[in-house]
C-alpha cells in the first residue's frame, strides 16, 4: 500500500437490516479534494453484489424504520453554512428522493427511528447564538476572531477534535420526520448538559440518554442513563450506575447497556455488559454486571447490545480482535469461556445489525478495510468486495508474534514484512492508549511501511486492552517499566527472525506510543538508530494543566505528587537522548497540547541531538486516523523520508 493509495481505503459503517433492506454508508477519503466521501450502498442479501443506493457526496448513517417503509440517514455536502454539515434527511425504503427534515447550524446526529415509524430522535449541538458562524442577538454575523470571551468555571470545558462544550451542549431532538409539511425539531434536553446515545422505550413515551451524573451539575467521569418524555418534561433518572453507561437499548422491560465500575479517578477498567429493570415511576433502577470483569471487555464502539432469544449480542475485545459474542441473559459475571463467539476470531467487528433472526457485520480482516458479511447458519457470506481494489493494489498478511518479557510474561503482536528475503530495515511501533489494542483488523500505517521496505513489529504490551482487566491495570503508577520491558522482548523476537535486520531499527509511536518512544529513546537509545515520537504527552507537570483529560488522566494513571510525574515524564531525560529524533503534532492537538512536542524539541536542540519538528496546522490529535485526507498523505511521505534518511544506509 503506497501513501496514494490513502484514497483505496473504503470503510464501511454500521449496517442497517430490514427483512431483506440491508444499507451501509461508505466513506473513502479524496485527497485530491481533501475531503471524506461516500453513499449508501444497497447489498443483495443473496450474494449479487451492491449498488448506489443514494449519490451525495458524504451519506452516512442509515437507519430504517420499523414499518420498513422509511429510510433515515446523514448528509453532508459541499455548501457552506448548515447546508455543509450532516443534516437528517428521510426517503422511502422502496426508493425515491430523499427530503432534508433538518437544517441545524452544526449538523444532526445519527438518526434513531421510534417505534411508530413517524418520529426521529437525535442529538445534536445547540450554539450559543453569535457563536460558530451563527447571527448574534441582533441578528448580525460574528466573525470567529469577533467572539465575546468564553466564561469558563469548569475542568471538563473543552474535548479534542471537537472543541469547547458549554457554548454548545449537545442537546436531544425529536421530529415528526414523515409529516407532510416540514415540521422543526424540538429540543427535549436543556442547555445544562451533553447527553448522547438515545433510545426509545418501546411504548414511545420515553428516550433514554447517556448523561453525567446529577444531569452534569459538576465535572465527573460518571454517567447514569436518564429516561426523557417524548412530549416534553423532566428527565428521569432511570438507571443509576457504579461508574458510567454507553449505548442503552431496551427490550423486554429491560434496559441492556455496555459501562464500568469505579470510584474516584479509578477507571482503568473493563468495560462489561450490564442489565437493569426499566423503572420510570419511583428510585432508579441499580444495574446487575453480566460478564467477568478480568476476562471480558466489551466494546461500545460495536453498537448497542441487542437481546436475541435467551441471548445478549455484544462487541467484546479479546487479544486484538474485535469480535460479537452472546452472552446468556440471565449470567452473572460470565467469563469470557462462558460466552458464544459468534464471528470475529481473528477479525474486527466495526458495527453489527440483527432482525428477523439474519445477523450481518461489517468485518475488517488483517487485509481489508471492512465488507459486510452475512451469518447464514454457521457461515460467514462475504456480501461485498469494497477493499478489492486496495488488495490488488498491494496487502500484506501480518504474522502472529508471540515473545516473553524477562519476567516470563507472555507478549501477543504481529509482524508485517515487506517482500522479498530481507534483512529489512526494522520499526518498533507502538499504539496509543495505553489501554487501547492493535487490533486483527487492517492498519493503513503498518501495510505503508511494509510497502516502503520496512519490517513493522507491533504488540501489545501490558498496559494494553483485551487481554485481561489486570494486563491492563498492569501499568497504573509503572509507566516505563514493564510496558517497556515487554516491548523490548518483542523487539528482540522479531529480530530473530530472518528477515529483519538488527543494524537497522526505528522506534516510532503516537500519544502514549509518542511518550514509550521518547522513554525507549532515553533509556535504550543504543538499541535504535532513530526516532519519531508523534501527538506525545512528554511532560505531566504541564499535561495536568493543558489536556483535555490532564485533570482526571495523569491523576488515575500516574498519580498527583509532583515529584513522581517530573520522574515519569521522558523530558525529564531529555539529555540521554543522543540519537536522531523526530518531533511530529499537530497545532490543533488538544489531547497532547502542542507544548508537549515544543519543550521537547526545544530541550533536544539545545542538546545538540540531530532534531526536526513537523506541525500541521488545523488538525486534532487524531490526524493519523481522520485528519484531512491531504494530511494524512503528507504525513506518511514525511514517515517514508525520515526512515528513507535514517535506516536505509
Not at 368 to 379: K, N, Q, T
Not at 540 to 564: A, L, N, P, Q
Request: aromatic fraction near 8%.
Amino acid at each position: 500500500m503506497l501513501p496514494t493509495d490513502l484514497e483505496l481505503l473504503a470503510v464501511p459503517g454500521t449496517p442497517a437490516l430490514h427483512d431483506d433492506l440491508l444499507l451501509v454508508g461508505v466513506s473513502r477519503p479524496d485527497p485530491a479534494n481533501d475531503r471524506y466521501r461516500g453513499g449508501l450502498r444497497r447489498i443483495d442479501l443473496g450474494g449479487g453484489g451492491d449498488r448506489a443506493w443514494t449519490h451525495g457526496p458524504a451519506d452516512t448513517a442509515p437507519a430504517i424504520s420499523p414499518d420498513g417503509r422509511w429510510v433515515a440517514f446523514l448528509r453532508a455536502t459541499e455548501e457552506t453554512g448548515a447546508a455543509g454539515k450532516p443534516q437528517l434527511h428521510v426517503m422511502p425504503a422502496d426508493g425515491g428522493e430523499s427530503r432534508r427534515v433538518t437544517e441545524l447550524p452544526l449538523g444532526a446526529g445519527a438518526p434513531v427511528w421510534a417505534p411508530d415509524s413517524r418520529r426521529i430522535a437525535f442529538v445534536a449541538r445547540d450554539p450559543e447564538p453569535g457563536r460558530y458562524g451563527t447571527p448574534s442577538g441582533d441578528g448580525e454575523p460574528v466573525e470567529p476572531g469577533a467572539e465575546p470571551p468564553r466564561r469558563i468555571t469548569r475542568l471538563d470545558y473543552r474535548v479534542d477534535d471537537l472543541g469547547f462544550l458549554a457554548d454548545r451542549p449537545q442537546r436531544l431532538y425529536v421530529l415528526d420526520a414523515v409529516a407532510e409539511d416540514p415540521q422543526a425539531p424540538v429540543a427535549l434536553t436543556d442547555r445544562a448538559v451533553d447527553v448522547s446515545d438515545p433510545a426509545w422505550t418501546p411504548d414511545g413515551e420515553h428516550v433514554l440518554v447517556v448523561a453525567p451524573r446529577d444531569w452534569g451539575a459538576v465535572e465527573t467521569l460518571h454517567s447514569d442513563v436518564y429516561a426523557v418524555p417524548a412530549g416534553g418534561g423532566e428527565p428521569v433518572l432511570a438507571v443509576l450506575t457504579s461508574g458510567n453507561a454507553a449505548r442503552p437499548a431496551v427490550g423486554d422491560g429491560v434496559v441492556w447497556f455496555v459501562g464500568r465500575e469505579f470510584t474516584g479517578v479509578d477507571f482503568i477498567r473493563n468495560d462489561g455488559l450490564f442489565a437493569a429493570d426499566l423503572r420510570l415511576d419511583g428510585e432508579p433502577a441499580r444495574p446487575r454486571r453480566l460478564t467477568d470483569a478480568e476476562t471480558v471487555y466489551c466494546a461500545s464502539a460495536v453498537g448497542a447490545p441487542v437481546a436475541a432469544g435467551d441471548e445478549v449480542l455484544v462487541g467484546v475485545l479479546h487479544r486484538g480482535a474485535t469480535q460479537l459474542r452472546a452472552v446468556p441473559r440471565d449470567a452473572e459475571a460470565a467469563t469470557l469461556e462462558d460466552t458464544r463467539l459468534v464471528v470475529g476470531e481473528r477479525s474486527s467487528v466495526r458495527g453489527f445489525a440483527v432482525h428477523g433472526g439474519r445477523i450481518v457485520v461489517t468485518l475488517s480482516t488483517p487485509v481489508d478495510a471492512g465488507e459486510v458479511v452475512l451469518l447464514d447458519g454457521g457461515r460467514q457470506v462475504t456480501l461485498t468486495g469494497f477493499s478489492a481494489p486496495l488488495r490488488e493494489a498491494g496487502v500484506r498478511e501480518p504474522r502472529e508474534l508471540t515473545a516473553t518479557a524477562p519476567d516470563g510474561y507472555p507478549v501477543h503482536g504481529w509482524v508485517v514484512l515487506p517482500e522479498g528475503p530481507g534483512p529489512h530495515p526494522t520499526l518498533l511501533v507502538v499504539h496509543g492508549g495505553p489501554f487501547a489494542a492493535y487490533e486483527w483488523g487492517l492498519f493503513d500505517e503498518a501495510q505503508v511501511y511494509a510497502a516502503a521496505g520496512y519490517a513493522v513489529l507491533l504488540a501489545n504490551p501490558r498496559g494494553s486492552a483485551g487481554y485481561g482487566e489486570s494486563h491492563g491495570r498492569a501499568i497504573i503508577g509503572r509507566f516505563g517499566t514493564v510496558d517497556a520491558d515487554d516491548l523490548l522482548a518483542f523487539l528482540d523476537a522479531g529480530l530473530a527472525l530472518p528477515e529483519t535486520d538488527s543494524e537497522r531499527v526505528g522506534v516510532m509511536g503516537g500519544s502514549y506510543g509518542g511518550w514509550m518512544t521518547t522513554w525507549l529513546a532515553a533509556h535504550h537509545g543504543h538499541r535504535f538508530r532513530a526516532a519519531w515520537s508523534e501527538r506525545a504527552v512528554n511532560a505531566w507537570d504541564s499535561f495536568v494543566g493543558s489536556s483535555d483529560i490532564g485533570w482526571e488522566f495523569v491523576e488515575g494513571y500516574v498519580g498527583t505528587d509532583v515529584e513522581k510525574q517530573r520522574e515519569n515524564s521522558p523530558l525529564s531525560y531529555a539529555d540521554r537522548i543522543g540519537i536522531p529524533f523526530a518531533v511530529v503534532h499537530s497545532e490543533h492537538d488538544w489531547r497532547c497540547p502542542v507544548e508537549q512536542a515544543q519543550r521537547l524539541y526545544v530541550a533536544l536542540r539545545k542538546g545538540g541531538v540531530d532534531t526536526e519538528m513537523l506541525l500541521f496546522p488545523g488538525e486534532g490529535h487524531e490526524l493519523s486516523r481522520s485528519g484531512r485526507p491531504r494530511h494524512r498523505v503528507q504525513r506518511f511521505d514525511a514517515v517514508l523520508d525520515w526512515w528513507s534518511r535514517r535506516l536505509k544506509s
